[in-house]
């Protein structure tokens, strides 16, 4: 499913009109000397699961991270939903947008973390109900109930009053899920989320995220190092290394027929473990 | 013991004093070091340097010094104060020093990622601070602020030499009046003690209170 080039610049389309749900042009990123984003070209369309696979230090984690500007990027354009990320254009040169506008675009973009981030003092329910009252302004009492559906579907009904630290990491990193898409985001973004977790308990979080791709009603994209999640779920895999995008393509002929010799190597990792 | 039971009046008169001027100093002190410990986090490169020459000036100073330098330095500076006005002023500055280290300290060691989970959410700096942040800074803050708090009350006991009529200026003046010094100041110091001990007991509960699902 190669995405076909528009030739209408994005900004000149109105946000929520057509266009890829994500667009990312030519994005550069240096930490420093480190050059870690050396041109990333990728269109993500409304509704499409992509999986990014790579070698750790390709730089899948920081594209990610720039997609709902956790990090700056020092060239290039992210749009979601047809708005630049993190910048204002003026006369042709980019100037950092305001906060507010940050934010209200982050809102749309929800995050899962390698590492939950779940807020510690507020119970399961508060997590996820916290972001719609907060930033969206909807009322508790409607929040709540949404959140109660939201920890039934990922498989927690009953651990709504729990705390962060009473539950198990797998039940955080589905209380972190639920949390992200309370905000009912446009897009979700996946960041290693299975991999601070014990072996016995990635599959209850790998079975949440196949239901909700499977469902298709957000936009997803999954930073991973599981191929059998990749190969099952996504619409898409992307292949990076070294700060590109190597390969992409469906995951059969990805994942199933890799072209260069780096994503060969990458996976044989996989094959032997 | 008699002299005590005679004078117990201006001894709770002067202890009103010294309760009012720490309560100032507490308030004061710990809305500096709100501020001051943020700014030092997150404020923008020449408020981070003024702020930290601010907190490394005052924490290398001596109190006494700090507050002789504005009961005599504001007046030669044709500014009237009185001593209690000085006392207030020099101890808040000291304690806000303080606190905003204890701020910047507690907020700093709040994982970053509980930061990135907010701002992924959409939260603007302030809900991120007053929703997120301060309140996992908060078990962390509390014990050296009650700390700070303690030393603030020790410490007011100082402003007897710009003559503020505090708990331990009727100490001293009664025991001068009557040559019975001893069980006045075996009183004055049970004083002190009773409202530390009040202040630390009161910390302990915060603590218990927000000591969230994870048993102290």
């Given at each position: 499913m190669a995405t076909a080039r528009t030739t209408t610049s994005p900004r000149e389309v109105a946000a929520g009109s057509s266009g890829p749900m994500v667009r990312i042009e030519n994005v550069h990123k240096r930490f420093g000397a480190l050059e870690v984003l050396k041109g990333v070209n990728l269109d993500v369309q409304s509704g499409e699961v992509v999986?990014?696979?790579?070698?750790?230090?390709?730089?899948?984690?920081?594209?990610?991270?720039?997609?709902?500007?956790?990090?700056?990027?020092?060239?290039g354009r992210i749009y979601v939903d047809n708005e630049l990320v993190g910048y204002a254009e003026r006369n042709g040169r980019l100037v950092p947008a305001r906060e507010k506008e940050i934010a209200r675009i982050r809102a749309e973009t929800a995050m899962v973390f390698q590492q939950f981030n779940l807020f510690p003092h507020m119970t399961a329910l508060r997590n996820v109900a916290f972001g719609p009252?907060?930033?969206r302004g909807v009322p508790k009492e409607q929040a709540e109930q949404r959140a109660r559906e939201l920890l039934a579907r990922v498989g927690l009904a009953e651990k709504a009053d729990a705390y962060p630290g009473q539950l198990s990491g797998g039940q955080q990193q589905?209380?972190?899920?639920?949390r992200a898409l309370a905000?009912?985001?446009k897009v979700m973004l996946f960041d290693e989320v299975t991999s601070a977790l014990d072996p016995e308990l990635v599959g209850e979080v790998l079975a949440v995220m196949q239901d909700l791709a499977a469902s298709h009603g957000v936009t997803m994209i999954v930073v991973t190092h599981e191929m059998m999640f990749a190969r099952e779920a996504a619409d898409r895999v992307v292949f990076m290394d070294g700060g590109v995008v190597v390969e992409h393509g469906p995951p059969d002929q990805v994942i199933g027929a890799p072209r260069s010799e780096r994503l060969r190597t990458f996976l044989r990792r996989f094959t032997t473990a | 013991m008699q002299t005590v039971i005679d004078n117990f009046g201006l001894l709770m008169r002067g202890l009103a004093v010294t309760l009012q001027l720490s309560a100032l100093i507490i308030v004061i002190g710990t809305t500096i070091g709100v501020?001051?410990?943020?700014?030092?986090l997150y404020g923008p490169a020449i408020v981070r340097a003024i702020l930290r020459g601010?907190?490394?000036?005052?924490?290398?100073?001596?109190?006494?010094?700090?507050i002789f330098l504005i009961f005599y330095g504001l007046p030669a500076l044709n500014v009237d104060i009185s001593g209690f006005g000085a006392a207030v002023i020099a101890f808040s500055l000291f304690a806000g020093a303080h606190v905003s280290e204890i701020i910047r300290g507690a907020v700093a060691a709040v994982p970053k990622g509980q930061t990135d989970a907010a701002k992924a959410l959409g939260l603007t700096f302030w809900p991120r601070?007053?929703?997120?942040?301060?309140?996992?800074?908060?078990?962390?803050?509390?014990?050296?602020w009650v700390n700070t708090a303690v030393e603030m009350v020790k410490g007011s006991s100082l402003v007897v030499l710009v003559s503020v009529s505090d708990l331990m200026f009727a100490t001293v003046k009664v025991a001068e009046r009557t040559g019975d010094p001893m069980p006045l100041y075996i009183t004055a110091a049970a004083i002190y003690i009773v409202v530390n001990l009040a202040i630390s007991r009161f910390g302990v509960w915060l603590e218990r209170r927000i000591s969230y699902g994870v048993p102290v």
């Open positions: 999986c990014i696979i790579g070698p750790s230090g390709s730089g899948k984690t920081t594209l990610l991270r720039c997609i709902n500007f956790l990090e700056t990027y020092d060239e009252v907060k930033v589905r209380v972190a899920i639920a905000m009912e985001p | 501020f001051g410990g943020l700014g030092l601010y907190v490394d000036i005052v924490r290398g100073t001596p109190l006494l010094v700090i601070i007053g929703s997120i942040i301060l309140p996992q800074a908060l078990p962390i803050i509390l014990p050296p």
